[in-house]
C-alpha cells in the first residue's frame, strides 16, 4: 500500500508522463531526498522531490525559509551531495561538481581587488581556460547589462545593482547551457530588485539559457517564470507546480493584469495552506481530510 501511494504521489507531484524525461527536458528531479546529520540527530531536508526543467524554460522555486529550496539548488550544481533519487542534467546523473552551469548567489562575492571584467573573467582561470576570446566575450557582457564605462572601476565603485549584474556576468562567461540563481535580487532595495527583475527578463531573452531561480516573492516568481515550483515546509517538497501562461515579453506592468493577480493568490494559498499543516504538525494535532490528501498536486493554467 505505501508504495502505491508513493507512486500516485509521484504521478501527481511530476510534470512528465510515466515512464521518465521527455526529449525537451533539460534537468530532471525523481525522488530526490536530503538527510543532513546534526548534534541532535537527523534532519530531513528533502523528501521524493520530483518534476523536470525544459531546455530554455525559466522556472522559479518559491517557498518559505528553510523548505529546501537552495539545497536543491546546491544539489543541482553537485556541490552538495544526494541522499537519496536522482537529478539528471541532460540524462546524465549529477554526481559531482557540474561545469557546464553558471551560478548567481544572493551576494554578488566579487574579488574587492579586481575590477568589473576580472571578475568577470574570473571563471576562465578557475577552470583554466584558454583566455584568447576572453576579453571579447566579457566585454560583450558588459555591454549586454549596460555596464559600458563600467569595465575598470572596482566592487566598491558600483551600487549593489551593478555588482549583481557583473555577478551575472559571470555566471554567463563560459556561455553554460543551465543557470542557477538563488536568491539574487534578495538583499536589494525594493526599486532595485524590480529594476534588476525586468533586466533578467531581457537578458534571459537575448541568450534562451535554462534558468532555475530560487525565490521568496510570490510576485517576482509569476513575473519571471515559465512554471512556479512551490515547495512544502521542511521536509521539502513539492506541494504545487503551476504554468505561468501569460504572454512574453514581460514588464513590471504586468502585475496590475488580473491574471497575473489570479497566478499570485493561487500561489500564496498554496504556501499557507503548506504553513497551516506544519503548524498543525507542530502541535500534535491529528491530521483532518486536508492533512489526508497528497501535498503534491499538477495545476496548469486555466
Same mark, same amino acid.
Request: proline share 5%; net charge negative.
Given at each position: +500500500? ?12 511530476? &510534470? ?7 526529449? #525537451?527536458?533539460? @534537468? ?18 528533502? $523528501? &521524493? ?21 537552495? #539545497? ?31 551560478? @548567481? !548567489? ?6 574587492? /581587488?579586481? &575590477?568589473?571584467?576580472?571578475? %568577470? ?13 576572453? =576579453? ?25 545593482? +551593478? ?38 527578463? $531581457?537578458? /534571459? ?5 535554462? %534558468? %532555475? !531561480? ?6 517576482? =516568481? ?20 503551476? &504554468? ?5 515579453? $514581460? ?26 499543516? $506544519? ?6 494535532? =491529528? ?16
Amino acid at each position: +500500500m505505501a508504495d502505491a501511494v508513493g507512486a500516485a504521489h509521484d504521478a501527481l507531484t511530476s &510534470d512528465q508522463p510515466p515512464g521518465g524525461a521527455t526529449s #525537451t527536458d533539460m @534537468v530532471t528531479y525523481h525522488g530526490v531526498g536530503k538527510l543532513y546529520e546534526s548534534r541532535r540527530g537527523e534532519v530531513l531536508a528533502l $523528501r &521524493d522531490v520530483t518534476f523536470a526543467v525544459e531546455r530554455g524554460q525559466f522556472v522559479s522555486l518559491l517557498g518559505q525559509s528553510g523548505c529546501g529550496k537552495s #539545497t536543491l539548488l546546491k544539489m543541482t550544481a553537485g556541490v552538495t551531495g544526494i541522499t537519496s533519487g536522482t537529478i539528471e542534467i541532460d540524462s546524465r546523473p549529477v554526481d559531482g561538481p557540474v561545469d557546464d552551469l553558471g551560478m @548567481v !548567489f544572493q551576494t554578488p562575492v566579487l574579488l574587492e /581587488w579586481r &575590477d568589473v571584467l576580472g571578475n %568577470i573573467m574570473l571563471p576562465l582561470e578557475i577552470l583554466r581556460r584558454r583566455h584568447d576570446d576572453g =576579453a571579447k566575450r566579457a566585454q560583450e557582457l558588459v555591454e549586454m547589462v549596460g555596464l559600458t564605462g563600467f569595465e575598470h572601476r572596482y566592487p566598491a565603485e558600483l551600487s549593489g545593482g +551593478m555588482q549583481q549584474r557583473v555577478a551575472i556576468c559571470r555566471a554567463l562567461m563560459i556561455d553554460p547551457q543551465l543557470l542557477l540563481m538563488d536568491e539574487p535580487f534578495g538583499a536589494l532595495d525594493a526599486l532595485t530588485r524590480d529594476e534588476m527583475a525586468v533586466e533578467l527578463l $531581457r537578458i /534571459w531573452e537575448q541568450t534562451h539559457k535554462t %534558468i %532555475i !531561480f530560487v525565490t521568496h516573492s510570490i510576485d517576482e =516568481a509569476v513575473l519571471l517564470s515559465d512554471k512556479v515550483v512551490v515547495m512544502s515546509p521542511r521536509p521539502g517538497t513539492v506541494a504545487l507546480t503551476v &504554468d505561468i501562461d501569460l504572454p512574453r515579453p $514581460r514588464t513590471a506592468d504586468l502585475r496590475y493584469d488580473q491574471r497575473f493577480v489570479e497566478f499570485s493568490h493561487r500561489l500564496r494559498s498554496a504556501i499557507e495552506q503548506g504553513r497551516r499543516r $506544519r503548524d498543525s504538525d507542530a502541535e500534535g494535532s =491529528a491530521p483532518g481530510a486536508e492533512g489526508q490528501q497528497p501535498t503534491g498536486i499538477n495545476i496548469g493554467t486555466s
